[in-house]
């Protein structure tokens, strides 16, 4: 049995915080490939060696602190999203690097951490997990830009000479994750921990509506090709039409609206806009992918306006390892008697990938008001340390 010390946990956590802290609360703003990522990386880096661990940065960034192995694999990402919390993600990266330090304190050296590169998505969707358990190619990602058009073959030129090779994934026995629900319902419902029982699906893809630019004092409304228009007729048709395909979970989502030229007196020329949902189905994700590019083309071609769909990425659902997951259930049970869940994750996480190459399972704490990927996300430490206990707790009962 080993004993994580968290003083030492909350320690690291506020000081990866301390990367990319937006100054709004505990709010920060760490991109993948940013400055403040590669030098919270960096810092990463170095905790992980003064814990014995060897450091070992791959292809795409991401960042493994490597136990003796064949061991369990532990970690989550500390990129961010724009505008990010403080735990999402980080979170699983500390809470996983103080149990392995732990463990190797008290002789056990199989472990291994692991912080995922651009799980948020800025270039693709957990382009770096995606990328490490063969969901995709770098020749694939590569091409992948942001919402201001640079590429993740660019953006990883930030890593200078760091990279090494890819890890072989076959090192490892299993992936632990601990993440913030980033939900309402335990911090609703009072119970402290929830074992992830499966994660949703995604999908995302941007689109492109390109009608004609012109005056918009001399332009008459029956002579316009105005793109955004032809969104707003796009946003509200598919509310209706998704609404008659979707589940009690399913989500969809339009977050991002890049207008050109994007000022008052010009009859917008051009409509950029992402296009995301989420659903616990395949079958549901699919249909949902033909009302979107049904509706999409149909009101383009009413509006005379040119439609264009990106390339669409996603992961379909998955479930999370049944022995794994019994380990964090016997851990919570434990730790959280009569406090304690089990829940499916609306968020996408890189267990998702993680799980077609090896067992995978997951622990949340509760999200304070539900909310996350916002400035205010927090947690309190009592429920921190908690999930930390609980993770401790389940990797200590397991060998190997
Ligand atoms: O969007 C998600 O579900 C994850 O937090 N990136
Ligand atoms: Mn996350
Ligand atoms: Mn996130």
Known sequence: MFTPDPDRFLADLHHLRSFGASGVGKGVVRPAFSPEDIAARDWLATRMEEAGLTPHVDPAGNLFGLGDGPGLLLGSHSDTQPEGGWLDGALGV????????????????????????????RFGVTTGSALWSGAITLDQADPLTD??????????????????????????????????????????????????????????????LSGEQNHAGTTPMALRRDAFQGLAEIATRLD?????????????????????????????????FSMQWRDGDT????AMERAIRETVTEIAAARDLGAAFGPMRGIDPVAMDPGLRAGLEAAAATLSPGAWRKLPSGALHDAANLAARMPAAMLFVPSIGGISHAFAEDTDEADLTLGLKVLAHAVAQRNG
């Open 94 to 121: 500390i809470a996983a690097l103080e149990v392995v330090r732990a463990a190797r304190e008290a002789g056990r050296t199989d472990l291994s951490v692991v912080s995922f590169q651009d799980e948020e998505g």
């Open 283 to 286: 079958d549901r994700l699919d």
């Open 240 to 272: 209706t039409r998704l609404a008659g395909i979707a589940g009690a979970a399913t989500v969809w989502t339009i977050g991002h609206v890049a207008l050109h030229p994007n000022t008052s007196s010009i009859v917008p020329g051009k409509a950029v």
């Open 147 to 208: 919402r201001d058009g640079l590429s993740f073959g660019a953006a990883r030129t930030a890593l200078g000479d760091r990279p090494g090779d890819w890890i072989d994934p076959a090192r490892f026995t299993g992936f632990l994750e601990m993440h913030i629900e980033q939900g309402p319902v335990l911090d609703r419902s009072g119970d402290r921990i929830a074992v992830v029982t499966d994660i949703v699906g995604i999908r995302d893809m941007r689109i492109t």
